[in-house]
């Protein structure tokens, strides 16, 4: 029976740089993929739909320019997309499956990874079993890392069949663009698909949001920009709505909602997608005598380590965030936990997001209702995308940044959002300096290029420093400086 320093269950993200992390060390890893290499972070999952969401954004602006010229704008073709989405994901896949070979094919790396494409289960603390197509496989191990990702949430009275009915994984097996589509679910993922086929045009999209706003975590400026463009773009959302009944009749899907006010509608569509979360993978992945505890929302974990001393669980399988960075980051700390001491605690107050909407918002840290919350007294300056020159270069100035420090001398970064054009390019910056608990300072005197849209995060601090070129409070909702006082509830312009 082969031994082996580590056994890492499933290569999504996690997964595969945890292996990457072991080979660094000089550990004897073995890698084990249930389904496609490279996980729900390429397939039917991150990759894939933000290869979909660029398609769409560029469809999009070409639609607005044309109408521009006054010019009829040519409409796209699913097949196509559905082709350019499958490309990128094969191109992923194949890059992954070339690297591991290459290092499998290389005397330097070579003692340090193998990997097994099969189903993995934990039989004890220190044994793992591998069903192939051809044999079942047995293999002694010091550690395990279970890293097998999730799957979407089912509802139990919707009856999803991947046809009419679908989750993000039947969603880009579609034959064409529906004419009309449901979406059940206004968080994220739900949002960024109806910026999706909104943005093609040939789709009425309907949002179901339980609430009076969707985005219900975010801050009420960053969804009013989200929730305007959707309407824009032709997007009906059902507000303070409850579904209670979906089927498939006729070839059509027929849904009925109640409604906060009392009153009941049915509507008809030709698809539905059901986007209410994920779930994770861990089912028959390990035997009872393993004892893994779970959570309601997955593996229990404390710092990637499970109820059992030499398994660790990163990933989507965890209750942390679910996120492919997050998920990488895992992955290489709980190496570097089990075969020495990371430089550096897993920390999460300084992962970045972006979230893929029209315009795309970025965030790392705190908005201003995780900070009130929190019961924290702070400083928030916002800066209109229209003072920024690079967005007024590129025709588009809908957007701002918004940047929430202490409300102390130190004026230590809590969090920024930033929503509009390339406005992921503006918060790496930051989230170093929250991950170095530093205040302002640094980046009032950074030198940016010019034209940039970071120039509006230098000139966001310079406000709350006092020393802005274009002054707090003259210009309307242009750049504004205030402070918030958790105590009395209210917000004081500086």
């Known amino acids: 029976m082969e031994h082996y320093d580590l056994v890492i269950i499933g290569a999504g993200p996690s997964g595969y740089a945890a292996a990457m992390r072991a080979v660094d060390l000089k550990k004897r890893t073995l890698l084990i993929e249930k389904n496609i290499l490279g996980g729900a972070g390429i397939t039917n999952g991150a990759l894939s739909s933000k290869t979909l969401w660029e398609l769409s954004r560029d469809m999009l602006a070409f639609r607005k320019n044309l109408d521009r010229y006054h010019l009829e704008p040519p409409k796209a073709v699913w097949k196509e997309i559905q082709t350019e989405v499958q490309s990128a994901v094969k191109e992923r896949i194949h890059l992954l499956r070339s690297h591991l070979q290459e290092l499998q ?46 799957r979407p949430r089912y509802l139990p009275n919707i009856p999803i069949d991947e046809d009419y009915i679908l989750t993000s994984d039947g969603i880009e097996q579609l034959d064409d663009f529906p004419e009309s589509m449901v979406i059940v679910g206004a968080g994220v993922i739900g949002c960024e698909y109806a910026t999706i086929f909104s943005g093609f045009g040939q789709t009425k999209v309907y949002l179901i949001d339980k609430g009076d706003s969707i985005l219900p975590f975010e801050d009420p400026d960053v969804v009013a920009v989200i929730e305007k463009n959707l309407e824009a773009q032709g997007v009906h959302i059902h507000r303070n709505s409850s579904l209670t009944h979906m089927e498939r009749k006729n070839d059509k899907v027929v849904y009925t909602l109640d409604f906060s006010d009392g009153h009941q509608e049915t509507f008809e569509v030709d698809k539905a997608l059901v986007s209410v979360g994920r779930v994770p993978n861990y089912e028959n992945i390990w035997e009872k005598a393993v004892p893994i505890k779970m959570g309601q929302r997955g593996v229990e974990d404390n710092d990637t380590k499970t109820s059992v001393k030499n398994i660790f669980a990163v990933g989507d399988i965890t209750a942390d965030i679910n996120l492919v960075n997050v998920g990488e980051l895992e992955g290489r700390y709980a190496v570097e936990k089990i075969f020495g001491t990371p430089k550096k605690k897993l920390v999460y107050e300084n992962i970045s997001t972006i979230m893929f909407l029209n315009p795309e918002v970025a965030g790392v840290g705190f908005n201003e209702k995780t900070a009130q919350e929190k019961g924290l007294n702070y400083k928030v300056v916002t800066t209109d995308y229209s003072t920024i020159a690079r967005a007024v270069a590129k025709r588009n100035t809908q957007g701002f940044i918004k940047l929430l420090v202490t409300d102390d001398d130190e004026m230590r970064i809590l969090g920024m959002r930033v929503v509009g054009e390339q406005a992921s390019a503006a918060i790496q910056a930051v ?58 509830q209210e917000r004081v312009m500086i």
């Open 105 to 150: 094919n290389n005397s330097k790396y070579s003692p340090y990874i193998d990997y097994v494409e099969g189903e993995a289960s934990i039989i004890s603390e220190h044994l793992v079993e591998v069903e192939t197509p051809k044999e079942r496989l047995a293999f002694e191990t010091n550690y395990i890392i279970i890293t097998t990702g999730s």
């Open 431 to 488: 989230a170093l300096l929250i991950s170095m608990n530093k205040g302002i300072e640094e980046l009032a005197e950074c030198v940016h290029p010019h034209p940039s849209i970071t120039e509006g995060i230098q000139e966001s601090v310079r406000a709350l420093l006092g020393k802005s070129i274009l002054k707090s409070g003259l210009l309307k909702n242009k750049v504004n400086c205030y402070c918030y006082d958790c105590e009395k």
